[in-house]
Nanobody, 116 residues
Framework: QVQLVESGGGLVQPGGSLRLSCAAS????????MRWSRQAPGKERELVAG????????TYADSVKGRFTISRDNAKNTVDLQMNNLKPEDTAVYYC?????????WGQGTQVTVSS
């Protein structure tokens, strides 16, 4: 059974950092394109970062480029999102998802709030 569980969200001040982690089970993260998306209240869901299957080609939304880093740990079967220099507009629920062909599995999300 495929499962994705996010952790690491919380409340942080502007300029601070958080590291989100996504633990996968039922498949190997190396065999799927892994992505982080977010959704803020009243806004469309936004794809934030992705890392391709088998090769470490990373892509980022312009809004987070230079501040966020996605990484994959094949031994732990996890995918992390390091978020630095956080801004109030980064406040959202962050979701990890795994994509391969017609399959697109999602976690339950973790809340990130950036506020002073």
């Amino acid at each position: 059974q495929v499962q994705l569980v996010e952790s690491g969200g919380g409340l942080v001040q502007p300029g601070g950092s958080l590291r989100l982690s996504c633990a996968a089970s039922g498949f190997t993260v190396n065999s799927y394109t892994m992505r982080w998306s977010r959704q803020a209240p009243g806004k469309e869901r936004e794809l934030v970062a992705g890392i391709n299957s088998y090769v470490n080609v990373r892509t980022y939304a312009d809004s987070v480029k230079g501040r966020f880093t996605i990484s994959r740990d094949n031994a732990k079967n996890t995918v992390d999102l390091q978020m630095n220099n956080l801004k109030p507009e980064d406040t959202a629920v962050y979701y990890c998802h795994a994509v391969r062909g017609v399959f697109d599995y999602w976690g339950q999300g973790t809340q990130v709030t950036v506020s002073s």
